[in-house]
């Protein structure tokens, strides 16, 4: 089994910072792929960026630019730095984690998530 526990969210005005951290536990394979997520009342869950273990990396088009994701692999964490927020960021986050076994079982995992807002 494998745990995420999600930080950093809260308020913020727009135009300010936050920085999201995962930190991941338990049976994680060496080739991963960690992610965040969000969602709003009422939507999909929809990605914001993700990064492999190798640190090949890819954003949704509404945060390019504003948000930069990075990962420390001895300490299985994941880290999301957001800039330039704005209101519409507003959201749920949650931390993923996605991981094929050897006979090529694909596992997944989310945290509990962390409320993001940003204030207009």
């Known amino acids: 089994q494998v745990q995420l526990v999600e930080s950093g969210g809260g308020l913020v005005q727009a135009g300010g910072s936050l920085r999201l951290s995962c930190a991941a536990s338990?049976?994680?394979?060496?080739?991963?792929?960690m992610g965040w997520y969000r969602q709003t009342p009422g939507k999909q869950r929809e990605l914001v960026a993700r990064?492999?273990?190798?640190?090949?990396?890819n954003y949704a088009d509404s945060v390019k630019g504003r948000f930069t994701i990075s990962r420390d692999n001895a300490k299985n964490s994941v880290y999301l730095q957001m800039n330039s927020l704005k209101p519409e960021d507003t959201a749920v986050y949650y931390c993923?984690?996605?991981?094929?076994?050897?006979?090529?079982?694909?596992?997944?995992?989310w945290g509990q998530g962390t409320q993001v807002t940003v204030s207009s």
């Open positions: 990064i492999t273990s190798d640190s090949s990396t």
């Open positions: 338990g049976s994680i394979f060496r080739l991963n792929t």
């Open positions: 993923n984690l996605n991981q094929v076994s050897g006979n090529q079982v694909n596992y997944v995992y």
